[in-house]
C-alpha cells in the first residue's frame, strides 16, 4: 500500500514552460527524497529535505518541504526535454543506521519541442 | 565507483517457470533493497536487508518469492513459480547515511 499520493500522475508540457507536481501524505514525514527516473533506468536521487518549511533549490528545480512535514512539491522553471522523467518522492524512515525508503505513485513528466 | 549492478537486463520466461535476479550493491552499502515496479508507477518494496539480515519482507510474497544475501554483499531474488502477473521490472538498490542508489533493473516478462 502506498503511503505517498503524487499529483498529477502525467503532465505533458513544451519546453520553456514552468511545472509543479506535489506529494503528499497523511502521516508527517521525518524525511523526504525526491527522485527521477528516465525509462531503462533506476531511480537518481535528486534531493534530501528534512526540515518543515526547508526549500532546496537544484538548478532550475525548486523543492519546498511542507510547514506541517506533510507535503512537499518540485517546481521546474524553463522545462527542457531533458526533465522528462518519472519523478518520485520517497519516504524516508532512520532506525539507528538503517534507512527505510517507501515511495510514492509517481508523477510521468513529458517536455516536447 | 561502480554503482549498483544487477543482471540480467532482461528476462523472458514461460509462466510456471523459476527465474532468478542477482545484485550486487556499491561496496561498503550495509542496507539492500529489493524492490518491484510496475509499468509508470512508483517501485514497492519486497525486502530489505541489514548486511546479511532481512530486516523487512512484510511485503514479498513467500509462497513463490525468496530472497538471500550471503555474507551481506550480493543478493539474489528468486522467483518459483512465475506467474503472469510477475512481469515488471526488479531493482536492487543500495544506501548509506540514507541516500540510495539503484540499478538499472531487470525487466522481467512472463509470457
Known amino acids: 500500500t502506498q503511503l505517498l499520493e503524487q499529483s498529477p500522475q502525467f503532465l505533458s508540457i513544451q519546453e520553456g514552460e514552468n511545472l509543479t507536481v506535489y506529494c503528499n501524505s497523511s502521516s508527517v514525514f521525518s524525511s523526504l527524497q525526491w527522485y527521477r527516473q528516465e525509462p531503462g533506468e533506476g531511480p537518481v536521487l535528486l534531493v534530501t529535505v528534512v526540515t518543515g518549511g526547508e526549500v532546496k533549490k537544484l538548478k532550475r528545480l525548486t523543492f519546498q518541504f511542507g510547514d506541517a512535514r506533510k507535503d512537499s512539491s518540485l517546481h521546474i522553471t524553463a522545462a527542457q526535454t531533458g526533465d522528462t522523467g518519472l519523478y518520485l518522492c520517497a519516504l524516508v524512515t532512520i532506525t539507528g543506521t538503517a534507512s527505510k525508503l517507501t515511495f510514492g505513485t509517481g508523477t510521468r513528466l513529458q517536455v516536447t519541442l | 565507483e561502480a554503482g549498483v549492478v544487477q543482471s540480467p537486463r532482461y528476462k523472458i520466461i514461460e509462466k510456471k517457470q523459476p527465474v532468478a535476479f542477482w545484485c550486487n550493491p556499491i561496496?561498503?552499502?550495509?542496507?539492500l533493497y529489493w524492490y518491484r515496479q510496475n509499468l509508470g508507477q512508483g517501485p514497492e518494496l519486497l525486502i530489505r536487508?541489514?548486511?546479511?539480515?532481512?530486516?523487512?519482507d512484510s511485503q514479498l510474497p513467500k509462497d513463490r518469492f525468496s530472497a538471500e544475501r550471503l555474507k551481506g554483499v550480493d543478493s539474489t531474488l528468486k522467483i518459483q513459480p512465475a506467474e503472469l502477473g510477475d512481469s515488471a521490472v526488479y531493482l536492487c538498490?543500495?544506501?548509506?547515511?540514507?541516500?540510495?542508489?539503484f540499478g538499472q533493473g531487470t525487466r522481467l516478462t512472463v509470457v
Open positions: 536487508y541489514e548486511n546479511e539480515e532481512a530486516v523487512d
Open positions: 538498490a543500495s544506501s548509506s547515511d540514507g541516500k540510495a542508489f
Open positions: 561496496s561498503g552499502h550495509n542496507t
